[in-house]
Each structure stands twice: as C-alpha cells, then as structure tokens.
C-alpha cells in the first residue's frame, strides 16, 4: 500500500533563520522568556528554532508565520505595516551582502527585466507553492508582480516583501527608486505595484 505524501506549503530555511535570528536576540536580551515562546508556540515549531538549519532544508509556512509574530508583535512599536516593509528592506539587504544576487549585477537588459528575473528567480528557489509572473508597468506604474497560488503566503509576508522588492532597483541595478504597494486581490493572488518615486 502505497504511502500518502501530504504537501505542506513551506519557506526555504535559509529565509526562516532571518526569524529564528530575531527569536534568538529576543532571548538573549530577555524580552522574551522560554516558558512564552513555548507557551505561543506548539512543538513543532520549537524544533526549528536555536539551531543552523541546513541551507537546502524546508520548514513549513505555517511555523514561519507563527515565530515571526511573535518577533513583529515585540519589535513593530505600534506602527506594524512600517516595521514590516523595513524587515523585508533588511532581509533583501542581507541576502545582497552575501553575494547571492551578483548574477544579476552587470545585467544589460532592458532594468524593467532585470527587476523581473531576480524576483521570480528567487521565489522560485525560495518557496515550494506559489507561481511569481513580472509584468512591465506603464506610466507612472514602473512594473507589477503578481503571485497566484498565494492562499498560504502570509499577511505578514505580503506586506514585507513590499520592502523586499522595492530594494532591488536602487541597491542592486543602480536605478530609479521605486514605492512598492500590494493588494491581495483574490485569496489566491497578489499584485504588487511598484512606482517610480518622484525626485521631488
């Protein structure tokens, strides 16, 4: 009889150290005790946290969701949304000092492109459910990314990766600043919008 395989929607570990980094430092300076985070925390959570996971490794979305709250809720000093976008700024800042967008650097392709094949690059390598799609903007509206398949992909995620992808023009190709919002329009799918800032 043959096994039944459950699909767990999961984020890359090498992304969800970022979370248990913050637990760890939250710990450490004593904001937050063990006996909360294992009261908050079921124990397959616990698991994944106070160890280097294995690069190549897994761990499920629904785990990633629940120990990044506790982080946000201790950290976001009231203002949540802002907090948010600035720790998706930081985690694409961290991910560009260890080098893993040097591929994309001395791109030459039309900048609306290259914005395009980072993004849907790195979630493909990043997250085992979702389909990223990049579509060239006109007007003001410098370009969208639209994810289908996005039911699982957290709040917290959604609104972060607003900083996430706004960081990749400026800081990594060397162009226009850019205003990323996002809306998720279907429980399925989410657009995000980004602007070219204006000089002014």
């Known amino acids: 009889m043959a096994l039944l395989v ?3 929607p999961s984020i890359k570990a090498t992304l969800f150290q970022f979370a248990s980094d913050d637990i760890a430092k939250l710990l450490d300076s004593r904001r937050l005790t063990r006996a909360e985070l294992e009261r908050r925390l079921p124990p397959e959570d616990l698991e994944y946290l106070g160890k280097q996971l294995a690069a190549s490794g897994w761990v499920p979305m629904s785990t990633y969701a629940r120990v990044s709250t506790i982080a946000i809720d201790l950290e976001c000093g009231g203002d949540r949304e802002a907090y948010l976008r600035q720790a998706g700024l ?3 800042a961290r991910l ?3 080098g893993l967008y040097q591929q994309f650097e001395a791109s ?3 900048w609306g492109l290259a ?3 980072i993004l849907v690059t790195l979630a493909n390598v990043s997250y085992n459910f979702m389909r990223w799609s990049f579509e060239e903007g ?3 509206v410098a370009f969208r990314v639209v ?3 996005a039911r699982h992909f957290p709040e917290i995620l959604r609104i972060a990766n607003e900083g996430f992808i706004a960081y990749f023009p400026p800081n990594v190709l060397g162009l226009p600043k850019t205003d990323v919002t996002s809306e998720r329009v279907t429980p399925d799918r989410i657009v995000y919008t980004a602007r070219i800032e204006s000089a002014g």
Do not use: L
Request: avoid cysteine.
């Open 6 to 8: 459950t699909f767990v």
């Open 90 to 92: 930081r985690a694409a």
């Open 96 to 98: 560009h000092k260890i």
């Open 108 to 110: 030459s392709e039309k």
């Open 115 to 117: 914005v395009g094949k």
């Open 138 to 140: 006109d007007g003001p």
């Open 147 to 149: 994810i289908d398949d």
